[in-house]
């Protein structure tokens, strides 16, 4: 007999109950095997995490906040009570905001000197670093890489390592107890961060708007007035926060460069203050002075706040 008359014996056929067949064929069942990635953490795990987190932001308020809270309380302490560990005052005292606007502290116009310096050197600065930083970022030229690192590189010299030449030459060409000679040392170290944080904000504007700009017939200068000025705001009121605060807070150039009571600056100022003897330390009234000091930064902040994140915010996101 034949193969060919006995399939059977030949052939063997195959069909879908065939559990050889069956397991050589894709089946049209998804596949039940687990997923690569990591498990989707359940309910505890996020709970974890929220209370994680607001630990620590509460941490980092806690560790920022601390100092001004206790120098706040203790500007309200009266002077035999200044020693105390309470963490409120008790009784309430404002005798030593009273003795810092007394008539021999001079502290009024030291107010006036900070402001004055720190404002002529923000506006100063900023005007500089605006056009600077939109030169650095927007226009080709040679050398521009090692400029930038050069003005970068400028800032940092520590302060004391320039008061003594600056010193001698202000006392050479006579601008000892003037403001200038505390401005433009302040300047040389706003400048470079101003400059840097600009030169980052021209960056991430795009070069369609200004291109468009030109070609409706705007020159170079109109489009930058007109156009990029205007979208680099918010980089610009963030750069003139920081450079008003850290001229605000200068104090080794104040001090070196004035010696007349009438031309300190608010933090000289404080570092003078003298108590009711020779040794006696009048923390009750540097305490006053910290906070006044301290509040038009605050109100700062708080006035421009929104514009403050916008600006560091800018160009995180494409």
């Known amino acids: 007999m034949s193969t060919a008359a006995n399939p059977a014996a030949g052939h063997r056929p195959t069909g879908p109950s065939d559990p050889a067949a069956a397991g050589s064929r894709p089946s049209g069942r998804p596949s039940a095997s ?11 795990g996020q709970l974890a995490r929220k209370v994680l987190l607001t630990l620590g932001v509460g941490a980092v308020i806690v560790y920022c906040l601390a100092p001004f809270y206790w120098m706040v309380v203790s500007s309200l302490r009266r002077t035999s009570d200044i020693f105390e560990m309470s963490a409120l005052p008790s009784p309430l005292s404002f005798e030593n905001y009273g003795a810092v606007f007394g008539p021999d502290q001079g502290f009024a116009r030291a107010l006036v000197n900070s402001l004055v310096v720190a404002g002529t050197t923000t506006v100063c600065a900023l005007v500089l670093a605006i056009f600077t930083a939109y030169a650095v970022a927007r226009l080709r030229f040679r050398f521009k890489k090692t400029i930038l690192s050069t003005i970068i590189a400028m800032s940092m010299f520590p302060v004391v390592s320039i008061v003594v030449p600056l010193l001698r030459l202000f006392t050479d060409i006579g601008w000892i107890n003037t403001y200038q000679a505390m401005i433009l040392p302040s300047m040389s ?9 600009l030169t980052v904000f021209f ?16 020159t170079r200068g109109q489009a930058f007035r007109k156009i990029m000025l205007p979208l680099a705001a918010p980089g610009v009121f963030t750069t003139a926060i920081i450079t008003f605060i850290a001229a605000w807070n200068e104090f080794l150039i104040a001090l070196s460069m004035t010696n007349k009571a009438e031309l300190q600056t608010a933090t000289v ?6 108590g009711a003897t020779e040794f006696e330390t009048p923390f009750g009234s540097q305490m ?10 605050v109100i700062m902040v708080v006035i421009f706040q929104r514009r403050i994140v916008a600006g560091l915010t800018a160009g995180a996101e494409k």
């Open 203 to 218: 960056r991430q504007l795009p070069d369609d708007l200004e291109q468009a700009a030109m070609i409706d017939g705007c």
């Open 269 to 274: 100022a404080i570092s003078k203050f003298t």
């Open 288 to 297: 006053a002075a910290g906070v006044l000091v301290t509040i038009p930064l």
């Open 189 to 197: 170290f706003a400048l470079p961060l101003a400059v840097w944080n």
């Open 34 to 44: 687990r997923p690569s990635g990591p498990r989707p953490s359940g309910p505890k």
